[in-house]
């Protein structure tokens, strides 16, 4: 079955304790993105990945980092996580061509403390 | 810079038809796309529109005019289940999506 997978679905921790949540996608897409999505707000991007080992920054990128070492694979690191990173987190994949949808994975709760 | 404009709310009844519309302005255009997303899940795609004019989709369709900045959802037949948020996204000149904040969709029995 064609899907995004995130890990983990729901995470509760403290501030300053580092994080990866990860992300993997098996439809071979080159173009994977992180969103955090807040209430009032929608989808805001944070990092995007055109193919392997190119990132780059997206709307919302402070206090996160991302790396693409693999085709599937997009994992999001917080260094230092704050509570004002509290959010759901989206990974999406797509091939990157016109008119190509995204595929969303199904979230990621964070809550930092 | 960069905006997209949707209603945040909308109330229609189940059964009826009701018309989500969604102003943008981007720099450069490539394709707009709906979304639509359940409280707490995942965006899943419902439509493309890369020219002019309505595509059809089942009891969904999406009309896009480029030069006015706009598109519009149209839902027919309306089911309880689509209460849902309504995302419109349309593509820059960078290929990024341009998300809106989404119209929330509350029907009705």
């Known amino acids: 079955e064609a899907q995004v997978t995130q890990n983990p679905r729901y995470l509760i921790t403290v501030t300053g304790k580092k994080l990866t949540v990860t992300c993997s996608q098996n439809m071979n897409h080159e173009y994977m993105s992180w969103y955090r999505q807040d209430p009032g707000l929608g989808l805001r991007q944070i990092y995007y990945s055109m193919n392997v080992e190119v990132t780059d920054k997206g709307d919302v990128p402070e206090g996160y980092k991302v790396s693409r070492k693999e085709k599937r694979n997009f994992p999001l690191i917080l260094e230092s996580p704050s509570p004002n990173q509290t959010s759901l987190y989206f990974c999406?994949?797509?091939?990157?061509?016109?008119?190509?949808?995204?595929?969303f994975g199904d979230g990621t709760r964070l809550s930092i403390l | 810079g960069q905006n997209i404009d949707q209603p945040t709310e909308m109330t229609a009844t189940e059964g009826a038809i009701v018309q989500i519309n969604c102003t943008y302005q981007t720099s450069g255009f490539n394709g707009l796309f709906w979304y639509q997303q359940h409280a707490g899940e995942a965006p899943t795609f419902l439509s493309y529109n890369v020219l002019d004019g309505l595509e059809e989709k089942g009891r969904f369709s999406s009309f896009l005019s480029r030069s006015k900045g706009y598109s519009y959802l149209l839902l027919k037949e309306l089911q309880m289940k689509d209460s849902a948020s309504y995302l419109c996204?349309?593509?820059?000149?960078?290929?990024?999506?341009?998300w809106g904040a989404g119209t929330k969709l509350i029907i009705k029995p």
């Open positions: 996204a349309p593509r820059d000149s960078n290929y990024q999506l341009i």
């Open positions: 999406a994949s797509s091939v990157h061509s016109i008119g190509q949808p995204q595929h």
